[in-house]
């Protein structure tokens, strides 16, 4: 059935691009090159209309297919089981040594279905043998299903990573808060000239030993942090996951880090299933077709942290700069108009301002360079899907599409090395500090 309908699909293609030249032949002899720029036109609105089209089908929220019905066990089991994941590590029954097998287990349980879906498509994509002019282009096929992408790159996302990292930057802000506290409290103290057993000197006490635990809690997010990231295979120090963890794009690193992980590991698995299928084309191309989907998942994930980096995390960083150069100009054109009174103020201000501007632009190029290298991470991933893509349409035989699959684990290691940030750990406190504070600017304007 599929062969007829590919052959309909040419025939009709034929008849459109037969009578496309004749409409310009004739417009041709009746208005001359008018007439034909008018067609041209006409058809390349058309071509950007369907492409548009295609687009705005792939951003429409995926609704799952129907599973099975779970049993009242398989319901016990899953039922939020991110929360419970994240309980385990504070319970110390996770184990780390398995995760991302114990990942990839999870997730092909979860999302099959999907899978299969999507190795059904990219078949038939390789099937249809198309004209230079209009032959799929893979961004196009993935904005026409970028629905399933998103919900599977959204399900293959390590939460609990992401709980940690939210856990971390709220403790950032309490711990803010808290020192903010203690320096007011101790500015009473000296006001007051309080003795020690005061009403003061008890708050300061109770808000010192608050102070402490929130410390514990950062200090207990950057181990986690360390641990579960080295699980993934990526190893980072004390300072290097602090770095991570208060980057407005550590959500995008991270998603990067472990669904890539994953699918590394499921590559493997793919491998294996294939080789045990025997000459069996049919299965194998099932399983090709899943590769071929994981690579395309890869590009999108990609993609979607290049485009937020461009239209979201950069200009939020240049808006905080710009906004504290304007800031700065006023007031150096006050501190020059100030009697002497008030001359040591605006002169604090406009050191803080000056090391405001300083951590912006660190800022700003550690997203440009993330850009550049994810970019290079990016092309290698299209260019081994260009090559198994090909390998798809052209092979006979069972074994080169096993072996092609087999080779994925060095484009897994060279990937991960290209678009590893370059996590510069910071050179002070100070630093660290408004670095979180141009985060948490940068994610309350998104």
Same mark, same amino acid.
């Given at each position: 059935?599929?062969?007829?309908?590919?052959?309909?699909?040419?025939?009709?293609?034929?008849?459109?691009?037969?009578?496309?030249?004749?409409?310009?032949?004739?417009?041709?002899?009746?208005?001359?090159?008018?007439?034909?720029?008018?067609?041209?036109?006409?058809?390349?609105?058309?071509?950007?209309?369907?492409?548009?089209?295609?687009?705005?089908?792939?951003?429409?929220?995926?609704?799952?297919?129907?599973?099975?019905?779970?049993?009242?066990?398989?319901?016990?089991?899953?039922?939020?089981?991110?929360?419970?994941?994240?309980?385990?590590?504070?319970?110390?029954?996770?184990?780390?040594?398995?995760?991302?097998?114990?990942?990839?287990?999870?997730?092909?349980?979860?999302?099959?279905?999907?899978?299969?879906?999507?190795?059904?498509?990219?078949?038939?994509?390789?099937?249809?043998?198309?004209?230079?002019?209009?032959?799929?282009?893979?961004?196009?096929?993935?904005?026409?299903?970028?629905?399933?992408?998103?919900?599977?790159?959204?399900?293959?996302?390590?939460?609990?990573?992401?709980?940690?990292?939210?856990?971390?930057?709220?403790?950032?802000?309490?711990?803010?808060?808290?020192?903010?506290?203690?320096?007011?409290?101790?500015?009473?103290?000296?006001?007051?000239?309080?003795?020690?057993?005061?009403?003061?000197?008890?708050?300061?006490?109770?808000?010192?030993?608050?102070?402490?635990?929130?410390?514990?809690?950062?200090?207990?997010?950057?181990?986690?942090?360390?641990?579960?990231?080295?699980?993934?295979?990526?190893?980072?120090?004390?300072?290097?996951?602090? @770095?991570?963890?208060?980057?407005?794009?550590?959500?995008?690193?991270?998603?990067?880090?472990?669904?890539?992980?994953?699918?590394?590991?499921?590559?493997?698995?793919?491998?294996?299933?294939?080789?045990?299928?025997?000459?069996?084309?049919?299965?194998?191309?099932?399983?090709?077709?899943?590769?071929?989907?994981?690579?395309?998942?890869?590009?999108?994930?990609?993609?979607?942290?290049?485009?937020?980096?461009?239209?979201?995390?950069?200009?939020?960083?240049?808006?905080?700069?710009?906004?504290?150069?304007?800031?700065?100009?006023?007031?150096?054109?006050?501190?020059?108009?100030?009697?002497?009174?008030?001359?040591?103020?605006?002169?604090?201000?406009?050191?803080?301002?000056?090391?405001?501007?300083?951590?912006?632009?660190?800022?700003?190029?550690?997203?440009?360079?993330?850009?550049?290298?994810?970019?290079?991470?990016?092309?290698?991933?299209?260019?081994?899907?260009?090559?198994?893509?090909?390998?798809?349409?052209?092979?006979? @035989?069972?074994?080169?599409?096993?072996?092609?699959?087999?080779?994925?684990?060095?484009?897994?290691?060279?990937?991960?090395?290209?678009?590893?940030?370059?996590?510069?750990?910071?050179?002070?406190?100070?630093?660290?500090?408004?670095?979180?504070?141009?985060?948490?600017?940068?994610?309350?304007?998104?």
């Amino acid at each position: 059935m599929d062969k007829i309908l590919n052959a309909a699909k040419k025939v009709v293609t034929a008849f459109f691009a037969l009578v496309s030249a004749f409409v310009i032949f004739i417009l041709g002899i009746a208005f001359g090159p008018i007439g034909i720029i008018f067609v041209i036109a006409l058809a390349i609105w058309g071509v950007f209309q369907w492409k548009e089209n295609q687009k705005k089908r792939g951003r429409k929220k995926y609704t799952p297919k129907p599973r099975p019905a779970a049993t009242d066990e398989e319901q016990d089991a899953n039922f939020d089981l991110p929360r419970q994941i994240y309980e385990d590590i504070k319970s110390g029954a996770e184990h780390l040594s398995t995760l991302v097998q114990d990942r990839m287990s999870q997730v092909w349980d979860q999302l099959e279905v999907e899978f299969a879906d999507l190795s059904l498509k990219v078949q038939k994509r390789s099937e249809i043998e198309r004209s230079k002019f209009f032959k799929a282009r893979i961004e196009e096929f993935i904005a026409a299903n970028a629905g399933i992408f998103d919900f599977i790159s959204q399900k293959m996302t390590d939460d609990v990573l992401n709980r940690i990292r939210i856990e971390y930057m709220d403790v950032c802000i309490r711990i803010n808060d808290l020192e903010r506290k203690i320096a007011d409290i101790k500015a009473n103290i000296s006001m007051k000239s309080e003795a020690e057993n005061g009403p003061f000197h008890k708050l300061l006490a109770q808000t010192q030993s608050r102070l402490k635990k929130e410390e514990a809690n950062r200090s207990w997010c950057v181990e986690q942090t360390k641990a579960r990231m080295a699980a993934y295979g990526v190893e980072l120090s004390d300072e290097q996951a602090q @770095v991570l963890l208060s980057r407005v794009d550590a959500d995008d690193i991270m998603r990067m880090t472990t669904v890539f992980a994953v699918v590394a590991k499921m590559t493997e698995q793919l491998a294996t299933t294939m080789r045990e299928s025997g000459e069996n084309l049919d299965v194998t191309k099932k399983y090709y077709g899943i590769y071929l989907a994981l690579l395309e998942l890869q590009v999108y994930i990609q993609g979607n942290y290049l485009e937020r980096l461009e239209y979201e995390y950069l200009p939020g960083v240049k808006e905080i700069n710009r906004d504290a150069n304007e800031l700065l100009k006023e007031t150096k054109k006050k501190l020059k108009s100030s009697d002497q009174k008030h001359r040591p103020y605006f002169e604090k201000n406009v050191q803080s301002l000056e090391f405001s501007i300083e951590v912006t632009c660190i800022y700003e190029e550690a997203l440009k360079s993330d850009t550049k290298k994810v970019s290079k991470a990016r092309k290698l991933v299209r260019k081994q899907h260009d090559a198994a893509e090909n390998t798809l349409k052209t092979v006979q @035989v069972s074994a080169v599409l096993s072996d092609l699959v087999r080779q994925n684990e060095a484009l897994y290691q060279e990937v991960m090395t290209l678009q590893a940030p370059e996590l510069v750990p910071f050179e002070n406190l100070q630093i660290q500090r408004e670095f979180e504070a141009v985060t948490t600017r940068i994610q309350k304007s998104a």
